[in-house]
């Protein structure tokens, strides 16, 4: 393990005497692209919920670039540049698509019109630059998850977390969401973990998977290491599942 990075030692949580994480250690290292994957409940948003500062984990710690975190901070969690997105999107319906990034921007000190052509900006790169004057109840599903990509990526991330990118979205969507998140990584010089159940989209674009159910990581590794574990196989893929 490298000083560097975003880096979880021994992470357990616990709501009302339920073990929802367990001893839990992993590493989002400078520069890749890693997936957190297991079955609903298995406790995954839970440590991206750690790992961004939104929940104390009741013991463990976290460190980003070599600097332990204090016990709960989102806020200095976003000052060190981690930055996630959320499973509900949750646009503000009444806004366009615009003024939904826009929010994220001047909500940092950016001025309204230097926030509305960083919005375009980046609605435009993510392929949605037609819809910025759209309201944000007038969006497909697939179109409402870029919007809040786009917002996450306007908070300038070098840690950025995924929580369930493709929930939604066609394998045409996922695919082509893959091949976004692979250049956004280059593009913004920032470091990304996926928390997904689309087995193929992460398998395609990460280097290593950590895999948890019960709250445990059971396994650790490569795509192809994680994929031939038959523990894994029979209980997410099924035995039949072709990569």
């Known amino acids: 393990m490298t000083e560097s990075g975003l880096r979880a030692e021994n992470i357990s949580v616990h709501f009302s005497g339920v073990q929802a994480l367990s001893d839990v250690s992993l590493e989002l290292a400078t520069g890749e692209i890693i997936g957190l994957v297991g079955p609903n409940g298995a406790g995954k948003t839970t440590m991206v919920n750690v790992l961004s500062g939104f929940q104390r984990p009741h013991e463990g710690r976290i460190t ?11 806020d200095w969690y976003a000052r060190g540049g ?3 997105s959320f499973q509900a999107v949750r646009l503000f319906r009444g806004l366009t698509v615009s003024e939904n990034v826009e929010a994220a921007l001047t909500g940092r000190g950016m001025g309204r019109r230097a926030a509305r052509h960083r919005a375009v900006e980046l609605l435009g790169y993510l392929g949605i630059g037609d819809k910025v004057d759209l309201l944000g ?3 497909s599903y697939g179109d409402e998850r870029r919007v809040g990509l786009a917002r996450a990526l ?3 991330p070098r840690y950025l977390l995924l929580d369930e990118p493709a929930a939604g979205m066609t394998l045409a ?5 893959g091949e976004q998140i692979t250049q956004i990584r280059s593009d913004f010089a920032c470091s990304i973990m996926l928390i997904e159940h689309n087995m193929r989209l992460v398998t395609a674009i990460c280097a290593r998977l950590h895999v948890l159910s019960g709250g445990r990581v059971i396994d650790a590794g490569s795509p192809e290491k994680v994929m031939a574990n038959p523990q894994f196989r029979s209980a997410y893929l099924g035995e039949d599942y072709q990569a």
């Open 64 to 74: 980003l670039d070599g600097a332990s975190a204090p016990a709960q901070s989102a």
């Open 82 to 84: 981690v930055v996630r």
């Open 137 to 139: 109840d007038g969006l």
């Open 154 to 156: 306007a908070l300038a």
């Open 173 to 177: 969507e996922a695919e082509e969401l």
